[in-house]
Protein backbone atom coordinates (compact mmCIF):
# COMPACT_ATOMS: atom_id res chain seq x y z
CA UNK A 1 0.00 0.00 0.00
CA UNK A 2 1.58 3.43 -0.79
CA UNK A 3 1.68 5.92 1.68
CA UNK A 4 0.57 9.69 1.34
CA UNK A 5 2.19 12.16 -0.84
CA UNK A 6 4.60 13.94 2.03
CA UNK A 7 4.61 17.82 1.26
CA UNK A 8 7.63 19.60 0.41
CA UNK A 9 8.94 21.76 3.12
CA UNK A 10 10.29 24.46 0.27
CA UNK A 11 7.41 25.33 -1.66
CA UNK A 12 4.44 27.68 -1.45
CA UNK A 13 1.74 28.81 -3.21
CA UNK A 14 2.12 32.23 -5.55
CA UNK A 15 -0.35 34.28 -7.32
CA UNK A 16 0.44 33.85 -10.98
CA UNK A 17 -1.79 36.25 -13.55
CA UNK A 18 -1.56 34.08 -16.56
CA UNK A 19 -2.64 30.58 -14.08
CA UNK A 20 -6.20 30.66 -15.05
CA UNK A 21 -6.63 28.93 -11.77
CA UNK A 22 -5.14 32.44 -10.03
CA UNK A 23 -2.54 30.02 -8.19
CA UNK A 24 0.95 28.81 -8.81
CA UNK A 25 3.17 26.35 -6.52
CA UNK A 26 6.54 27.81 -6.57
CA UNK A 27 9.37 25.53 -5.19
CA UNK A 28 12.33 27.39 -3.58
CA UNK A 29 15.87 27.13 -3.81
CA UNK A 30 18.30 27.86 -1.33
CA UNK A 31 22.05 28.80 -1.87
CA UNK A 32 23.16 25.29 -1.48
CA UNK A 33 20.53 24.33 -3.70
CA UNK A 34 21.99 27.15 -6.60
CA UNK A 35 26.01 26.02 -5.78
CA UNK A 36 25.13 22.30 -6.12
CA UNK A 37 23.29 22.83 -9.67
CA UNK A 38 25.16 25.29 -11.36
CA UNK A 39 28.96 24.12 -10.42
CA UNK A 40 28.48 21.40 -13.37
CA UNK A 41 27.92 24.15 -15.71
CA UNK A 42 30.36 26.86 -14.84
CA UNK A 43 32.63 26.22 -17.66
CA UNK A 44 29.71 25.31 -20.24
CA UNK A 45 28.92 27.27 -23.12
CA UNK A 46 26.14 28.19 -25.13
CA UNK A 47 26.21 27.76 -29.10
CA UNK A 48 24.04 28.09 -32.49
CA UNK A 49 25.11 27.96 -35.82
CA UNK A 50 23.17 31.12 -37.51
CA UNK A 51 21.64 30.27 -40.62
CA UNK A 52 22.51 26.57 -40.91
CA UNK A 53 20.93 23.22 -39.66
CA UNK A 54 23.28 20.74 -39.07
CA UNK A 55 22.80 16.17 -37.82
CA UNK A 56 24.37 16.27 -34.43
CA UNK A 57 27.24 14.15 -34.96
CA UNK A 58 28.43 15.93 -37.64
CA UNK A 59 28.26 19.30 -35.57
CA UNK A 60 30.13 17.85 -32.96
CA UNK A 61 32.73 15.97 -35.00
CA UNK A 62 33.07 19.70 -36.88
CA UNK A 63 33.71 21.41 -33.23
CA UNK A 64 35.96 19.25 -32.52
CA UNK A 65 38.12 19.17 -35.90
CA UNK A 66 37.91 23.25 -34.83
CA UNK A 67 38.76 23.67 -31.17
CA UNK A 68 40.51 20.40 -30.65
CA UNK A 69 39.91 20.21 -27.03
CA UNK A 70 41.51 18.65 -24.17
CA UNK A 71 38.17 16.61 -22.85
CA UNK A 72 35.78 14.86 -24.41
CA UNK A 73 32.84 16.86 -23.78
CA UNK A 74 28.73 16.54 -24.21
CA UNK A 75 26.72 18.64 -26.48
CA UNK A 76 22.87 18.51 -25.34
CA UNK A 77 20.35 19.64 -28.27
CA UNK A 78 18.50 22.42 -26.35
CA UNK A 79 15.97 23.27 -29.00
CA UNK A 80 15.56 26.40 -31.56
CA UNK A 81 19.15 25.45 -32.99
CA UNK A 82 21.01 25.76 -29.50
CA UNK A 83 23.27 23.38 -27.90
CA UNK A 84 25.35 23.50 -24.56
CA UNK A 85 28.66 22.27 -24.17
CA UNK A 86 29.80 21.01 -20.70
CA UNK A 87 33.45 21.24 -20.53
CA UNK A 88 35.02 20.59 -17.09
CA UNK A 89 38.26 22.49 -18.06
CA UNK A 90 38.06 26.27 -18.07
CA UNK A 91 41.12 26.13 -20.61
CA UNK A 92 38.39 24.83 -23.03
CA UNK A 93 36.04 27.23 -22.44
CA UNK A 94 38.08 30.02 -22.58
CA UNK A 95 39.91 28.98 -26.21
CA UNK A 96 36.27 28.65 -27.41
CA UNK A 97 34.89 32.37 -26.40
CA UNK A 98 37.93 34.26 -26.44
CA UNK A 99 40.06 32.83 -29.85
CA UNK A 100 36.85 33.14 -32.47
CA UNK A 101 35.62 34.43 -34.18
CA UNK A 102 34.71 30.47 -35.32
CA UNK A 103 32.94 29.51 -38.77
CA UNK A 104 31.77 26.28 -39.43
CA UNK A 105 31.01 25.51 -43.44
CA UNK A 106 31.01 29.78 -43.95
CA UNK A 107 28.33 29.70 -41.23
CA UNK A 108 29.44 31.60 -38.11
CA UNK A 109 29.00 29.68 -34.89
CA UNK A 110 27.51 32.19 -31.47
CA UNK A 111 29.04 31.40 -28.46
CA UNK A 112 28.25 32.47 -25.10
CA UNK A 113 28.55 31.58 -21.79
CA UNK A 114 26.15 29.37 -20.10
CA UNK A 115 24.05 31.51 -17.90
CA UNK A 116 21.06 30.37 -15.26
CA UNK A 117 17.58 29.91 -16.80
CA UNK A 118 18.43 29.68 -19.92
CA UNK A 119 15.39 28.71 -22.93
CA UNK A 120 15.87 28.43 -25.98
CA UNK A 121 12.45 29.62 -27.12
CA UNK A 122 12.85 32.77 -25.18
CA UNK A 123 16.36 33.91 -26.98
CA UNK A 124 17.01 36.07 -29.79
CA UNK A 125 20.39 36.47 -31.62
CA UNK A 126 21.12 40.34 -32.36
CA UNK A 127 24.17 39.81 -34.26
CA UNK A 128 25.99 38.09 -36.00
CA UNK A 129 29.93 37.49 -37.60
CA UNK A 130 30.54 37.75 -41.27
CA UNK A 131 33.73 38.18 -43.26
CA UNK A 132 33.51 40.61 -45.93
CA UNK A 133 35.04 42.00 -48.78
CA UNK A 134 35.97 45.07 -50.13
CA UNK A 135 36.55 44.31 -54.36
CA UNK A 136 39.69 46.59 -55.58
CA UNK A 137 39.48 48.41 -52.58
CA UNK A 138 42.79 50.93 -53.24
CA UNK A 139 46.01 50.16 -52.01
CA UNK A 140 46.62 53.79 -50.00
CA UNK A 141 43.67 51.97 -48.09
CA UNK A 142 45.03 49.33 -46.97
CA UNK A 143 46.07 50.91 -43.63
CA UNK A 144 45.32 49.45 -39.72
CA UNK A 145 43.32 52.50 -38.78
CA UNK A 146 41.48 53.17 -42.26
CA UNK A 147 40.08 49.59 -42.34
CA UNK A 148 39.34 49.90 -38.51
CA UNK A 149 37.05 52.63 -39.26
CA UNK A 150 35.53 50.78 -42.67
CA UNK A 151 35.08 47.56 -40.39
CA UNK A 152 33.20 49.87 -38.00
CA UNK A 153 31.45 51.43 -40.19
CA UNK A 154 29.83 48.13 -41.28
CA UNK A 155 29.54 47.03 -38.24
CA UNK A 156 31.98 46.70 -35.82
CA UNK A 157 35.47 44.86 -36.39
CA UNK A 158 36.62 41.61 -34.83
CA UNK A 159 39.13 40.78 -37.28
CA UNK A 160 41.35 41.71 -40.36
CA UNK A 161 42.68 39.07 -42.71
CA UNK A 162 46.24 37.97 -42.42
CA UNK A 163 46.89 39.06 -46.56
CA UNK A 164 44.53 41.50 -45.48
CA UNK A 165 47.21 43.35 -43.43
CA UNK A 166 50.32 42.75 -44.90
CA UNK A 167 48.71 44.10 -48.65
CA UNK A 168 49.98 40.54 -50.24
CA UNK A 169 46.81 40.18 -51.78
CA UNK A 170 45.48 43.46 -54.12
CA UNK A 171 42.07 42.38 -55.78
CA UNK A 172 40.41 42.94 -52.49
CA UNK A 173 40.72 43.31 -48.26
CA UNK A 174 38.97 41.07 -46.23
CA UNK A 175 37.32 42.09 -42.87
CA UNK A 176 35.77 39.87 -40.00
CA UNK A 177 33.04 42.33 -38.38
CA UNK A 178 29.93 41.61 -36.52
CA UNK A 179 26.76 43.10 -37.58
CA UNK A 180 23.25 43.61 -35.89
CA UNK A 181 20.37 40.85 -37.60
CA UNK A 182 17.57 43.52 -37.54
CA UNK A 183 18.96 46.36 -39.43
CA UNK A 184 19.70 46.58 -43.39
CA UNK A 185 23.55 45.88 -44.19
CA UNK A 186 25.15 48.22 -46.40
CA UNK A 187 26.02 47.40 -49.94
CA UNK A 188 29.07 49.95 -50.50
CA UNK A 189 30.35 53.37 -48.63
CA UNK A 190 32.69 56.07 -49.37
CA UNK A 191 35.99 55.97 -47.84
CA UNK A 192 36.93 59.88 -48.61
CA UNK A 193 35.68 60.30 -52.45
CA UNK A 194 35.80 56.55 -53.64
CA UNK A 195 32.50 54.77 -53.45
CA UNK A 196 33.35 50.88 -52.27
CA UNK A 197 31.53 48.01 -53.07
CA UNK A 198 30.55 45.69 -50.08
CA UNK A 199 30.36 41.59 -50.83
CA UNK A 200 29.67 39.41 -47.76
CA UNK A 201 31.06 35.54 -47.81
CA UNK A 202 28.59 32.90 -48.08
CA UNK A 203 25.78 31.63 -49.49
CA UNK A 204 21.55 31.07 -48.09
CA UNK A 205 21.75 34.31 -45.15
CA UNK A 206 21.33 37.22 -46.69
CA UNK A 207 17.54 38.33 -47.73
CA UNK A 208 17.70 40.39 -50.92
CA UNK A 209 14.15 41.93 -50.09
CA UNK A 210 15.04 43.11 -46.69
CA UNK A 211 18.92 43.17 -46.96
CA UNK A 212 19.35 41.75 -43.22
CA UNK A 213 21.27 39.16 -42.46
CA UNK A 214 20.40 36.11 -40.81
CA UNK A 215 17.35 34.83 -43.32
CA UNK A 216 16.52 34.63 -46.81
CA UNK A 217 14.09 35.34 -49.09
CA UNK A 218 11.54 32.37 -47.94
CA UNK A 219 11.96 32.88 -44.56
CA UNK A 220 11.86 36.62 -44.73
CA UNK A 221 8.84 38.33 -41.84
CA UNK A 222 9.16 41.62 -43.13
CA UNK A 223 7.36 40.82 -46.45
CA UNK A 224 4.53 38.61 -44.08
CA UNK A 225 4.74 41.51 -41.73
CA UNK A 226 3.83 44.33 -44.73
CA UNK A 227 1.19 41.65 -46.56
CA UNK A 228 -0.96 41.92 -43.27
CA UNK A 229 -0.91 45.48 -43.11
CA UNK A 230 -3.83 46.87 -44.62
CA UNK A 231 -1.96 50.08 -45.44
CA UNK A 232 0.48 48.23 -47.81
CA UNK A 233 -2.17 45.88 -49.37
CA UNK A 234 -1.49 44.89 -52.94
CA UNK A 235 2.31 45.39 -52.67
CA UNK A 236 3.40 42.02 -52.16
CA UNK A 237 3.43 41.36 -56.09
CA UNK A 238 5.42 44.39 -56.56
CA UNK A 239 7.78 43.20 -54.30
CA UNK A 240 8.52 39.98 -56.03
CA UNK A 241 8.53 42.27 -59.32
CA UNK A 242 11.37 44.11 -58.24
CA UNK A 243 13.27 41.03 -56.92
CA UNK A 244 15.99 42.13 -59.59
CA UNK A 245 16.80 45.10 -58.50
CA UNK A 246 17.42 43.75 -54.65
CA UNK A 247 19.35 41.18 -55.84
CA UNK A 248 21.54 43.99 -57.66
CA UNK A 249 21.78 46.43 -54.39
CA UNK A 250 22.78 43.63 -51.95
CA UNK A 251 25.63 41.33 -52.93
CA UNK A 252 27.06 38.32 -51.99
CA UNK A 253 30.45 36.35 -53.09
CA UNK A 254 30.98 32.90 -52.42
CA UNK A 255 32.68 29.65 -53.93
CA UNK A 256 31.92 28.59 -57.52
CA UNK A 257 30.06 25.10 -57.60
CA UNK A 258 30.34 23.29 -61.24
CA UNK A 259 27.98 20.76 -62.15
CA UNK A 260 29.19 17.56 -63.15
CA UNK A 261 29.03 16.31 -66.41
CA UNK A 262 28.62 12.76 -65.59
CA UNK A 263 30.56 10.47 -64.17
CA UNK A 264 34.72 11.20 -63.30
CA UNK A 265 37.52 9.88 -61.92
CA UNK A 266 39.28 11.25 -58.74
CA UNK A 267 42.12 12.20 -61.39
CA UNK A 268 39.60 14.22 -62.90
CA UNK A 269 38.47 16.70 -59.84
CA UNK A 270 39.76 19.83 -60.02
CA UNK A 271 42.78 19.55 -57.35
CA UNK A 272 45.74 21.83 -56.33
CA UNK A 273 48.80 19.88 -54.25
CA UNK A 274 52.02 22.17 -53.46
CA UNK A 275 54.94 21.67 -51.45
CA UNK A 276 56.69 24.76 -49.46
CA UNK A 277 60.22 24.80 -48.63
CA UNK A 278 59.81 26.92 -45.42
CA UNK A 279 56.08 25.60 -44.41
CA UNK A 280 53.22 28.09 -45.05
CA UNK A 281 53.01 29.00 -41.50
CA UNK A 282 56.04 31.11 -41.99
CA UNK A 283 56.28 32.00 -45.68
CA UNK A 284 53.78 34.76 -46.57
CA UNK A 285 55.12 34.55 -50.00
CA UNK A 286 53.97 30.66 -50.35
CA UNK A 287 50.45 31.15 -48.33
CA UNK A 288 49.94 34.38 -51.16
CA UNK A 289 50.75 32.27 -54.03
CA UNK A 290 49.02 29.14 -52.74
CA UNK A 291 46.00 31.63 -52.54
CA UNK A 292 46.20 33.05 -55.94
CA UNK A 293 46.00 29.08 -57.02
CA UNK A 294 42.82 28.33 -55.26
CA UNK A 295 41.39 32.19 -56.53
CA UNK A 296 42.15 30.87 -60.22
CA UNK A 297 41.48 27.47 -60.25
CA UNK A 298 38.70 26.67 -57.25
CA UNK A 299 40.26 23.15 -56.35
CA UNK A 300 37.72 20.86 -54.38
CA UNK A 301 40.64 19.44 -52.83
CA UNK A 302 44.20 20.12 -52.03
CA UNK A 303 47.05 19.20 -49.76
CA UNK A 304 50.08 20.99 -48.04
CA UNK A 305 53.17 19.17 -47.54
CA UNK A 306 56.28 20.07 -45.38
CA UNK A 307 53.72 22.66 -43.71
CA UNK A 308 56.21 22.44 -40.84
CA UNK A 309 52.76 22.90 -38.31
CA UNK A 310 51.17 21.07 -36.00
CA UNK A 311 47.69 22.49 -36.48
CA UNK A 312 46.15 23.55 -39.51
CA UNK A 313 43.11 24.28 -38.64
CA UNK A 314 42.96 28.05 -39.20
CA UNK A 315 43.74 26.89 -43.00
CA UNK A 316 40.15 25.60 -43.28
CA UNK A 317 38.49 29.26 -43.47
CA UNK A 318 41.43 30.86 -44.77
CA UNK A 319 41.60 28.92 -47.89
CA UNK A 320 37.59 27.95 -48.46
CA UNK A 321 37.11 24.41 -47.31
CA UNK A 322 35.40 22.20 -44.89
CA UNK A 323 36.69 19.11 -43.87
CA UNK A 324 40.82 18.47 -43.36
CA UNK A 325 43.11 15.46 -42.26
CA UNK A 326 46.42 16.29 -41.22
CA UNK A 327 49.58 14.88 -40.15
CA UNK A 328 51.46 16.98 -37.36
CA UNK A 329 55.11 18.11 -37.81
CA UNK A 330 58.09 15.84 -36.15
CA UNK A 331 60.23 18.76 -34.58
CA UNK A 332 61.53 21.18 -37.17
CA UNK A 333 60.16 19.05 -40.45
CA UNK A 334 57.47 16.85 -41.68
CA UNK A 335 53.48 18.09 -41.36
CA UNK A 336 50.79 17.97 -43.95
CA UNK A 337 47.17 18.63 -44.47
CA UNK A 338 44.78 17.18 -46.82
CA UNK A 339 41.62 19.80 -47.37
CA UNK A 340 38.12 19.53 -49.29
CA UNK A 341 34.75 20.60 -49.73
CA UNK A 342 32.37 17.94 -48.19
CA UNK A 343 29.66 19.57 -50.71
CA UNK A 344 31.36 18.36 -54.14
CA UNK A 345 33.42 15.10 -52.88
CA UNK A 346 33.50 12.56 -50.30
CA UNK A 347 36.77 11.37 -48.04
CA UNK A 348 36.31 7.76 -46.74
CA UNK A 349 39.05 5.09 -45.19
CA UNK A 350 41.28 7.80 -44.27
CA UNK A 351 44.08 6.69 -42.74
CA UNK A 352 47.75 7.99 -41.40
CA UNK A 353 50.54 6.41 -41.80
CA UNK A 354 53.86 8.21 -40.58
CA UNK A 355 53.98 11.35 -42.75
CA UNK A 356 51.58 9.87 -45.24
CA UNK A 357 48.01 9.98 -45.67
CA UNK A 358 45.82 7.34 -47.55
CA UNK A 359 42.19 7.96 -48.70
CA UNK A 360 39.43 6.91 -50.74
CA UNK A 361 38.08 10.40 -53.09
CA UNK A 362 34.44 9.86 -54.45
CA UNK A 363 32.95 12.90 -56.14
CA UNK A 364 29.45 13.69 -55.42
CA UNK A 365 27.07 13.80 -58.63
CA UNK A 366 24.42 16.52 -58.63
CA UNK A 367 21.06 15.03 -59.30
CA UNK A 368 18.59 17.44 -61.57
Known amino acids: MLEPTKAVEDTKVVHDPGNTLGEAIQISLSLEDRQRIYEPCKYSI???????????????????????????FPLIDLGEDY???????????????????????????????????????????????????????????????????????IGRLLKIDTYTSTTLRGRYARICVEIPLEIPVQSFLFVGDHKQDILYEGEDFLCKNCGRFGHTLRQCTYIKMQSLDPHHAGQEHQQVATQDACDSEWKTVSFNKKKNQGKKTPNQMPTIHAKGNQGPGN???????????????????????ETRMNNHADMLNEFGFTEMIEVPSER???????MWRDDIINVQNAVRRGQEIHATIELKLETP
Open 283 to 305: NDNFRRNFMEMLDTHRPSLGTLL
Open 83 to 153: YIIKFTKKENMDKAIHLGPWFINCHFLSISKWKPNFVARNEKLTTSAVWVRLPQLPTEFYNGKILENIGNA
Open 46 to 72: IIKLVGKRMLHHYLKRKIQDLWKPTEN
Open 332 to 338: QSGGMVM
